[in-house]
């Protein structure tokens, strides 16, 4: 089994700046890509952005293209998310994800293990 563990969430004003991190355990991790996703309360949870794991593709929703960035350190099995010039509309549960094989980068089912969330709050 796969364990990922977010971190770096919490409050930050409209403008700021966050870097969550997840942090990969287990089994001999190799996954095909890694992903974020967000979910709002009241609403689905929605793609953010993905990177694939060897490649190092990226791909992001369109509406955090151009604000936020994924990157990963494959050497600490960990992948990051860089949010710049957030805004309350960001505010939700961050989730990471892994996807073992070709599939989809913006399809929740398409992910094969997925963290516990961080909180990311964006006051207006």
């Known amino acids: 089994q796969v364990q990922l563990v977010e971190s770096g969430g919490g409050l930050v004003q409209t403008g700021g700046s966050l870097r969550l991190s997840c942090a990969a355990s287990?089994?001999?991790?190799?996954?095909?890509?890694m992903g974020w996703f967000r979910q709002a309360p009241g609403k689905e949870r929605e793609f953010v952005a993905a990177i694939s794991w060897n490649i190092g593709h990226t791909y992001y929703a369109d509406s955090v293209l151009g604000r936020f960035t994924i990157s990963t350190d494959n050497a600490k099995n960990t992948v990051y998310l860089q949010m710049n010039s957030l805004k309350p509309e960001d505010t939700a549960v961050y989730y990471c994800?892994?996807?073992?094989?070709?599939?989809?980068?913006?399809?929740?089912?398409?992910?094969?293990?997925w963290g516990q969330g961080t909180q990311v709050t964006v006051s207006s």
């Open positions: 287990g089994r001999t991790f190799r996954p095909n890509a």
């Open positions: 994800a892994a996807r073992l094989y070709s599939a989809s980068h913006d399809l929740r089912i398409d992910y094969n293990y």
